[in-house]
Structure formats: C-alpha cells, structure tokens
C-alpha cells in the first residue's frame, strides 16, 4: 500500500454476474439464470451454480466444489459444458458455467413420455456418440506427459444437456475422479446416481475410465429400450441389482431392437471390467459404424428439429425463452429468488476498498481524537465517542490539558506512549 492507496490484482476486474431467475435446485447447489456484465454495455447470459447453505460448512462439500471447478475449466471441448470462473460471495462458492441453452436428456425423455412420444433411436445413438467423445477427451487429459486419470463416475441423463440448437454437452464434474483432487473418495464410499452406476462403483472399489463407459451403456439401454435396467423399488433393491449386474438383456425387454445395437449395450454392460470397452473411442466406434449403416444418417440439424417439435407439443420452453420463474427448490435457502442480486469477485474487493477507506479514516480520527482527549494517548479506545470522561472538552479549555493529563484515561492501553505534545508534570504524575 502506497499513498494511501490499495493495490488491487488485475484479475479480479471482470465483469459482474446479475442474477435474473432461479432455474433449478440440485442435492448440492442451486442453479441461476444470470447475465454477467462488462464494460461499453458488454452483456453474457450465464449459469451460476452456488453450493447450498445447508450443506456448505462440510469442507468435504466445498472441496468437492471447488474440485469440480479444477477439473472442469481444464476441459476444453465442443461436448463438455465449460466453467468459466470461481468467486465467492456472502461467504460461498459460485461457479459460473456456460448457458447451454435447453434442457437435460431426463427432462426431455420425462417430456416426451408425457407426451405420448419417444426420442428416435436414431437420434439416441447420435446423442450417446457426442458423450463419447466427451469422455474420451476427458479420459484422455493429461498435465504434460502425466494423465490427470479423471474419470466423471456420475453419467446419467440428467448430466447431459440438449441444446435448443441440437447441441449435446457433458456437464457436473462435481464428483469426478482425478489424480490431483482435494477430496479423494476413500474405499467403500459410493457416490453417483445408482440407477446408472457400475457395479465396482456400487461396491465402493477403485474404479477407472471402464466404471463410466458402464453408466454410459446404462443410459444407451434407456434410450433404445425405453426402460431403466435396474429399475427397483427402493434405492436399496435398485443398488442391489446393479452390485450383482442383474437386468433384462436388451434383446429380451424391446424384441424389436436392431441386434447391432443390442450387442453395444450387452458389451459395454459386462459385469467384469476386462469384458466391456476399454475406452471410449473404442465404443464410438461401433456406435457410429451401427449408427451409418443400419439407421439412416442424423445430426444436429435433426436433433433440434425434433427437440423443436416436442416444444410446440408441449409448450416447453428453454431456459432464456422460459417465461415465467422456475422455482423448484427443496433444500436451498431462496435468498436470491427474483432478485437482482450481484455475486461477483468484484463485490469483494470493493469490500477491500471501504475497509481500507474506513481504515485510514479511522487513523486520522484517532490522531485528532488524540489531541482533544485529555489523555492525549494515541490508543485511547474511546477517544472518538463520548465515552472517554476526557472527550468533551471545550477547545478554550484545552490550555490546561496538562493538568487534566495528570489523570489517567480509563481506557488507554498499558503500552500506549503519550504524544510529544504530554506536560511533564502529567508524565510524573502517571509514574
């Protein structure tokens, strides 16, 4: 600090993120629509993604947080929703996430069940491709010639998010496996959605990139079966059955469905890791040789015809479309519900501002203070207010101060030293 002033890093100069509605409420965080804006009128809609209150003082929560924003913002792929900062505000963790403006792959399976609908397998196999090419990139990182090892371990529908556009992106990394992580899940700890975990992941052993290619094969047979595989009654029943690997062969629950597609799903559902794929370009690629040779050849362009189309069935909108506020909040605080609420770094350091403002202020009333005060110590605690017996003073008075000196200020500190400006007389005396 120099001159009174605060050095404030260049970093923290970005835009502000405004909040304009809520959109949804996880297990762990809530979910805003919010336009971050910058200079010459610069304005972004945005996804903020806040950890819940309820949960935010477990530190195994907020590393879990902030462990996803590490894994996330080092991806960089058309298929994997990007995180485009880290702040704190009031106290909590925020993401900022790129708007992908949609739906996730649950909500539109629920909409088109409600319907009287069901999505293409066609248009299935398309979307079950992209997120192979999500994974395999991601499996893939690496730090240098180091693989980062990180593996997703929660692919489900609800992770992958359809564009109005036709656009397909993986999203939450929130309890992604990697080798450099905060928070590493120990031995016999399940975490993920267990409909569509693996059995190893379900067991709580060590799992691998094969652990997602399991769940990815689990979310392929609901797009071509149109049913879960291990579908129960309670979680336990549900957990139970994917420990053992216990479901319907493809071929046997949809009798209509394309041998070649039964045969993806029966490999990559093996219960032994060594069976199944090994990676994932090794599964893109008899998707994809299935996909042109026994469906005919779909895309984006007939990914968001459809999408279109169920929209106008069902009057559904995207998130910017959405008219009225979507509030579906279970465990959240709802502080920020239809407020114009700024969570920024930026709200910070202009806290870091006033401080320091207030700081010096504080300096410079304590040095008059000091004067006025009979006591004339510079750490006289209350000087500034009328508690202290020697503030009110009348100036024309002030030429007996040493006289006054002589007793001692309740509250000055036993190691303040008295200004220059003290009697002698005073000094003795308080000796």
């Known amino acids: 600090m120099k001159s009174g002033k605060v050095s404030l890093p260049e970093m923290a100069k970005h835009g502000r993120y405004n909040i304009v509605r809520r959109v949804a409420d996880g297990g762990m965080a809530e979910i805003f629509l919010a336009t971050q804006l910058g200079r010459e009128g610069f304005q972004k809609p945005v996804i903020l993604k806040r950890i819940h209150s309820t949960i935010y003082a477990d530190p195994q929560f907020r590393n879990m947080f902030i462990d996803e924003a590490h894994i996330s913002m080092s991806l960089a792929h058309s298929n994997i929703a990007q995180v485009l900062d880290l702040g704190v505000a009031q106290g909590r963790y925020f993401l900022v996430l790129e708007l992908v403006d949609g739906w996730d792959l649950g909500r539109v399976l629920q909409r088109a069940a ?30 240098g010639s180091k693989p980062l090892g990180i593996v997703h371990r929660d ?23 990697a080798m450099n992580k905060r928070e590493q899940t120990g031995t016999g700890v399940v975490k993920g959605k267990v409909a569509f975990m693996s059995p190893e992941q379900a067991y709580g052993k060590p799992i691998d990139q094969r652990s997602d290619l399991f769940s990815l094969g689990t979310v392929l047979y609901l797009l071509m079966v149109r049913a879960r595989p291990f579908e129960g009654p309670t979680d336990l029943e549900t957990l139970l059955r994917v420990q053992k690997g216990d479901f319907v062969p493809p071929e046997a629950a949809s009798p209509d469905l394309e041998p070649e597609v039964a045969a993806i799903i029966n490999r990559a559902m093996k219960q032994d890791p060594n069976d199944r ?72 350091l202009q806290g870091t501002r006033s401080t320091a403002r207030r700081a010096r202020r504080w300096r410079w009333s304590r040095r008059r203070a000091a004067v006025a005060c009979g006591c004339r110590a510079r750490a006289c605690r ?28 309740p509250s000055r500190r036993p190691r303040s030293r008295p200004i220059a400006a003290a009697s002698a007389a005073g000094a003795a005396s308080s000796g």
């Open 155 to 177: 692919v489900s529908p609800h992770n992958i998010l359809l564009s109005e556009q036709g656009e397909i992106k993986l999203t939450d990394f929130g309890i992604a496996k």
């Open 277 to 348: 794929y090994q990676s994932a370009d090794e599964m893109l690629a008899d998707i994809e040789h299935v996909a042109r040779n026994v469906f005919r050849p779909v895309g984006q362009t007939e990914l968001k015809r459809w999408l279109t189309e169920l929209a106008t069935q069902d009057g559904q909108s995207s998130i910017l479309k959405a008219s009225s506020r979507v509030t579906t909040s279970r465990t959240g605080t709802g502080e920020l519900d239809g407020k114009d609420v700024v969570l920024s770094d930026s709200q910070e």
């Open 382 to 409: 209350t000087s500034r207010s009328s508690r202290c017996p020697f503030r009110a003073t009348p100036r024309a008075s002030w030429t007996d101060a040493p006289a006054r000196s002589s007793r001692r200020c």
């Open 114 to 143: 409600a319907a009287g609908t069901y999505l293409p397998r066609e248009l299935g196999l398309h979307i079950i491709a992209d997120v192979c090419r999500a994974l395999s990139y991601a499996h893939g990182k690496t730090d």
